[in-house]
T-cell receptor, first 114, second 114 residues
Framework: NAGVTQTPKFQVLKTGQSMTLQCAQD?????MYWYRQDPGMGLRLIYY???????DKGEVPNGYNVSRLNKREFSLRLESAAPSQTSVYFC?????????????FGSGTRLTVV | AQSVTQLDSQVPVFEEAPVELRCNYS??????LFWYVQYPNQGLQLLLK??????LVKGINGFEAEFNKSQTSFHLRKPSVHISDTAEYFC????????????FGTGTRLTIIP
């Protein structure tokens, strides 16, 4: 089925380790987003990419980097993981056609940093 | 910049009773408004959206919301809830003419009591 695919679904890291969260969409969407979800805080935007080749910081970018590899893929990298980065991470995409069809979300990556 | 306030973090409701989940927003420009639903251990799904036109918007699963510009509110309602409506609900806003970057509220957990 068409949609947004995130890998991995679960990950446990030790403090200081690095990892990359992968996200791919097959809907030919222009815009892609990375959010983190923490209890009582809703979803907070980490980084977004309005189009292929562009990336911009969101509300909570510190400790993260992103790459818009092509139109389909948008990865999130933690260079040196910290316990404060324990969270559920969601990737999303949107068409950016002006009709605001809304976001399509992936199923999330649950990350624990110990 | 815009913000969203969901006044209730948890709402318990008896099955077949009506429910209203409250959402207020703040923005210096005109906005588009959304409600998303997150079932346990899943990503977010679009429930409904207000872009323009009629202030009463109908969504999936029998939900509806009313845009009230003077009160800067976008409350979500359902006349009769079911066990399957147990989920977390997020209100979100984006500015008109922007890049569709959504700002989310902190969420309301709806629990249906049999």
């Amino acid at each position: 089925n068409a949609g947004v695919t995130q890998t991995p679904k679960f990950q446990v890291l030790k403090t200081g380790q690095s990892m990359t969260l992968q996200c791919a969409q097959d809907m030919n969407h222009n815009s892609m987003y990375w959010y983190r979800q923490d209890p009582g805080m809703g979803l907070r935007l980490i980084y977004y990419s309005a189009s292929e080749g562009t990336t911009d910081k969101g509300e909570v970018p510190n400790g993260y980097n992103v790459s818009r590899l092509n139109k389909r893929e948008f990865s999130l990298r933690l260079e040196s993981a910290a316990p404060s980065q324990t969270s559920v991470y969601f990737c999303a995409s949107s068409a950016l056609t002006g009709t605001l069809s809304g976001y399509t979300f992936g199923s999330g990556t649950r990350l624990t940093v110990v | 910049a815009q913000s969203v306030t969901q006044l209730d973090s948890q709402v318990p409701v008896f099955e077949e009773a009506p429910v209203e989940l409250r959402c207020n927003y703040s923005s210096s420009v005109s906005v588009y408004l959304f409600w998303y639903v997150q079932y346990p251990n899943q990503g977010l799904q679009l429930l409904l959206k207000y872009l323009s036109g009629s202030t009463l918007v109908k969504g999936i699963n029998g939900f509806e919301a009313e845009f009230n510009k003077s009160q800067t509110s976008f409350h979500l309602r359902k006349p009769s809830v079911h066990i399957s409506d147990t989920a977390e609900y997020f209100c979100a806003v984006t500015s008109r003419g922007g890049n569709e970057k959504l700002t989310f509220g902190t969420g309301t957990r709806l629990t249906i009591i049999p």
